[in-house]
């Protein structure tokens, strides 16, 4: 099992950057899948980021060549840097997780990771 806690969320004004963070314990990081999610305001949870075991990575659309995502295995931790911050980006981001036998398999459906985050809220004024 492994416990995420993210950090690094607040208020920006569009244009902005922040920098996401997700701390998760246990010893077998290395072995997670991880993604970060979001929920904008009476909306569904839409998928943002992931990157694989092999730190290949995959974006959203609406957040390509603006978001970053990374992980570092030593620290146990996942980072999603965001450039140029619309009010679109405000939502709870929620980073996840789940384990895999693959070096290059990412996934795009919350439904698929089974480790979550209590999430940051993150708003973007105008």
């Known amino acids: 099992q492994v416990h995420l806690v993210e950090s690094g969320g607040g208020l920006v004004q569009t244009g902005g950057s922040l920098i996401l963070s997700c701390a998760a314990s246990?010893?077998?990081?290395?072995?997670?899948?991880m993604a970060w999610f979001r929920q904008p305001p009476g909306k569904e949870r839409e998928f943002v980021a992931a990157i694989s075991l092999s730190h290949s990575t995959d974006y959203a659309d609406s957040v390509k060549g603006r978001f970053t995502i990374s992980r570092d295995n030593a620290k146990n931790t996942m980072y999603l840097q965001m450039n140029t911050l619309k009010p679109e980006d405000t939502a709870v981001y929620y980073c996840a997780a789940e384990r895999s036998g693959s070096l290059y398999e990412t996934g795009r459906n919350h439904y698929w990771y089974d480790y979550w985050g209590q999430g940051t809220q993150v708003t973007v004024s105008s």
């Open positions: 246990g010893r077998t990081f290395s072995s997670y899948v």
